[in-house]
């Protein structure tokens, strides 16, 4: 089992940035991905951004340019640098962890992200 603890959301801007942190502890297999969903009320949880221990990214077309994911694997921990917000980015933000050789994904409790003037 893999625990995930998120931090970094909040109110901001638009055009403003915030930065998301999240730190994996536990049962760490490698190799793994560790990335962020969002999710909008009412809506289907998507894909933002995700990064493999070997430093493989991938990244949703809406935030291309804009986000940008890197991890330390020394400490288990993924961020999420985000910049030129939109109100469109605004969305409950997800932490994930997944080991390459199991199907099971591990879920961070979700973070706020508001993009309003």
């Known amino acids: 089992q893999v625990q995930l603890v998120e931090s970094g959301g909040g109110l901001v801007q638009p055009g403003g940035s915030l930065r998301l942190s999240c730190a994996a502890s536990?049962?760490?297999?490698?190799?793994?991905?560790m990335g962020w969903y969002r999710q909008v009320a009412g809506k289907q949880r998507e894909l933002v951004a995700a990064?493999?221990?070997?430093?493989?990214?991938n990244y949703a077309d809406s935030v291309k340019g804009r986000f940008t994911i890197s991890r330390d694997n020394a400490k288990n921990t993924v961020y999420l640098q985000m910049n030129s917000l939109e109100p469109e980015d605004t969305a409950v933000y997800y932490c994930?962890?997944?080991?390459?050789?199991?199907?099971?994904?591990?879920w961070g409790q979700g973070t706020q992200v508001t993009v309003s003037s």
């Open positions: 994930y962890f997944q080991a390459v050789a199991f199907i099971q994904r591990s």
């Open positions: 536990g049962s760490i297999f490698s190799p793994n991905v």
């Open positions: 990064m493999g221990n070997s430093g493989s990214t």
